[in-house]
């Protein structure tokens, strides 16, 4: 992100409650800016036809690209930052139609159908005129919101202050190479407890942490459209054909794919 980055106004409709709106969708293209720490007592659904999304919520990381959507419920803190030029298509969900609606935010696979139905929300406008066929397609929206499931594309972090710091140090470098004993030194514990605080604060190993931390910079880097082999190097493969193995292992797909994906 380049040195102009601006703060991103907090949109009002997730501060609207009305039952007889039960859904309200925005679009907007948004170029190098952040959101800052807020909350809104609707739900919200965030995806982006182009661009990529760093997302933080509940001290998790989420990087959202065009095969994926964000499902953030009322009043949850959250802070996104838009790469470069995003497409944002967002939907509002007012609290009185949460019934059987997701408790707590995930990413996850958009279909191509919900895709279209939020292009169709948002296609009503703002002023609140829900006609009987309109109703119709919130209330499939609606249930295909009920079905979506979260996606492994997120990373936890930590306010824990002694891990804090070496996850810091993980972020601001993501393709070193140094062993979980050099972090644990330069932070003053053993290698056994950096370990067990890893598992303990973030759910997962160091080495688990660190191949995700790898997996997000890369999804968010072929969102940017970085060639396969610039990305390898800069993420601290040797050779594009080991990044390529460890990022079909975990995502079931090639990296190549996954761009074909995202322009489908």
């Known amino acids: 992100m380049n040195s102009d980055v601006r703060t991103y106004k907090v949109v009002d409709f997730g501060f609207q409650i009305n039952p007889d709106l039960p859904v309200v969708g925005y679009t907007e293209m948004v170029t ?16 982006a036809t182009s661009g990529v999304m760093n997302v ?16 953030i419920p009322g009043h949850t ?41 939020v292009f169709k929300i948002i296609s009503f406008g703002t ?8 109703r119709r397609i919130i209330d499939v929206f609606l ?13 936890p972090t930590t306010n824990h202050e002694r891990l804090q710091k070496v996850v810091q140090l993980l972020l601001n470098d993501v393709a070193s190479k140094n062993t979980i ?14 370990s067990r605080l890893f598992i303990k604060e973030l759910g997962m190993n160091f080495s688990d942490w660190r191949t995700r931390l790898k997996l997000l910079e890369a999804i968010k880097r072929l969102g940017e ?8 190097l800069d993420l601290g493969y040797e050779t594009a054909s080991a990044f390529i193995f460890m ?10 794919n996954y761009i074909l994906e995202d322009q489908k």
């Open 32 to 47: 190098d800016a952040v959101c800052i720490s807020h909350s809104h007592p609707r739900a919200q659904l965030i995806y």
């Open 56 to 71: 933080v919520v509940n001290n998790q990381i989420w990087v959202v690209n065009p095969l994926q959507g964000l499902w």
């Open 77 to 117: 803190e959250h802070q996104v930052t838009f790469q470069k030029d995003v497409n944002l298509y967002s939907v509002y969900v007012d609290p009185s139609f949460m019934d059987g609606l997701p408790k707590v935010s995930f990413s996850f696979d958009i279909s191509v159908f919900l895709k279209q139905l």
């Open 127 to 134: 002023d609140g005129d829900i006609s009987p066929s309109k």
């Open 143 to 155: 249930d295909e919101l009920a079905l979506i499931e979260p996606s492994a594309t997120f990373l």
């Open 181 to 194: 004993e050099y972090y644990a030194d330069i932070s003053f514990m053993s290698s056994k407890t950096l």
């Open 225 to 232: 459209k970085q060639s396969i082999k610039e990305i390898a």
């Open 247 to 256: 990022f079909k292992k975990h995502l079931g797909t090639t990296p190549a």
